[in-house]
Nanobody, 125 residues
Framework: QVQLVESGGGLVQVGGSLRLSCAAS????????RGWFRQAPGKEREFVSA????????YYANSVKGRFTISRDNAKNTVYLQMNSLQPEDTAVYYC??????????????????WGQGTQVTVAS
């Protein structure tokens, strides 16, 4: 099992930026990919972004493409989500998750076996 801890959330004004971090511990060698999801009050959890631990393409929801950037630091077992041009609709609890199998649908939260506790992002208008 991989333990994930998110940090970096907070309150920001419209148009502002935040960088979320997701640090992993435990069986980190089993992690194939890491993803970010978010859940706003009264809404379903939705995919935000994902990255393969070995490199290669990154994946984004259409709603964040061009504004958010996912990256990783293998030495620190940490994944980052740089969020720019934040909008009120980005307000949500953001969760980091890890998947340990190849060939999975990285857009589906059902594929991820390990989850962090979440970090709140609030964008004030």
């Amino acid at each position: 099992q991989v333990q994930l801890v998110e940090s970096g959330g907070g309150l920001v004004q419209v148009g502002g930026s935040l960088r979320l971090s997701c640090a992993a511990s435990g069986r980190t060698f089993s992690s194939v990919a890491r993803g970010w999801f978010r859940q706003a009050p009264g809404k379903e959890r939705e995919f935000v972004s994902a990255i393969l631990w070995s490199g290669g393409p990154t994946y984004y929801a259409n709603s964040v493409k061009g504004r958010f950037t996912i990256s990783r630091d293998n030495a620190k077992n940490t994944v980052y989500l740089q969020m720019n041009s934040l909008q009120p609709e980005d307000t949500a609890v953001y969760y980091c998750a890890a998947v340990s199998k190849y060939g999975t649908n990285l857009y589906s939260d059902a594929e991820y076996g390990s989850w962090g506790q979440g970090t709140q992002v609030t964008v004030a208008s």
